[in-house]
């Protein structure tokens, strides 16, 4: 009887599609806060729940983990990673100090192409609809929130600084949507625009000093709330 032969390296592709399909997925579940801080992780829902084997969710799960989103526990398993306002402090003062010197060093290497990405960013991200108050916010800002922020460090010639500053943006971002009903009225967009004027006025100084007023909001309405 004939058989089919399956493609070399077929059944390894497969498996990482469908790994990376899994870790989306649960990551953008723990970013948006679906699955809450402290939240126990079965295996066995996730595997029935993503119709897959185990490998996938397994392999998700360690990638996860090793990005800081998920915890395991000896004895206990997989718990979605709990959150604290020391860690979010730390992480505060963390994005500064990496953001602040990529945003130095992009003005310092200051070209036409980072500025007219950044200007696109800003443009994008002003005319994208936010979303209703207390209905969280869309998907689409939420992207162009991330492209902005990462267009503003984009031109300091160093890709491992920008894949630390995208991973820190995802680990502030989670602290901000779980308490998004908490932070406080406040004009984003015009933080925006004041750091992109900054910036294409090469004012390094006056970026970096924006640049830390706009991270220490979220931290302040977080730590102070009633």
């Known amino acids: 009887m004939d058989t089919i032969a399956t493609p070399e390296g077929a059944g390894e592709r497969q498996t990482a599609t469908l790994t990376q399909s899994v870790y989306a997925q649960l990551r953008a579940d723990i970013l948006s806060g679906r699955m809450r801080p ?11 729940r993503f119709n897959t084997a185990s490998s996938p969710v397994r392999e998700a799960l360690n990638r996860l983990l090793s990005e800081g989103f998920v915890a ?3 004895q206990k398993g997989f718990r979605v990673a709990p959150v604290s306002a020391e860690e979010l402090k730390e992480l505060v003062k963390t994005r500064c100090w990496i953001d602040g010197l990529a945003i130095r060093e992009s003005i ?5 192409a980072w500025e007219e990405n950044l200007i696109l960013a800003l443009h994008h991200l002003s005319r994208t609809h936010r979303g209703e108050t207390g209905q969280g916010e869309s998907s689409e800002w939420e992207s162009r929130h991330k492209d902005f922020h990462l267009a503003l460090i984009g031109g300091c010639g160093s890709r491992w600084i920008k894949r630390i500053s995208g991973q820190l943006f995802d680990a502030a971002e989670r602290y901000r949507l779980l308490a ?10 015009q933080e925006h ?4 004027d900054a910036c294409i006025n090469r004012d390094a100084d006056r970026a970096i000093t924006l640049l830390q007023h706009h991270y220490a909001q979220t931290f302040e309405a977080i730590t102070n709330k009633p």
């Open 108 to 112: 310092d290497r200051f070209d036409l």
């Open 72 to 74: 395991l526990e000896e």
């Open 180 to 189: 998004l009903e908490q932070v406080l009225e406040r004009n984003e967009l």
């Open 38 to 48: 402290g939240e126990k992780i079965r295996a066995e829902a996730l595997r029935k």
């Open 193 to 196: 625009r004041d750091l992109v």
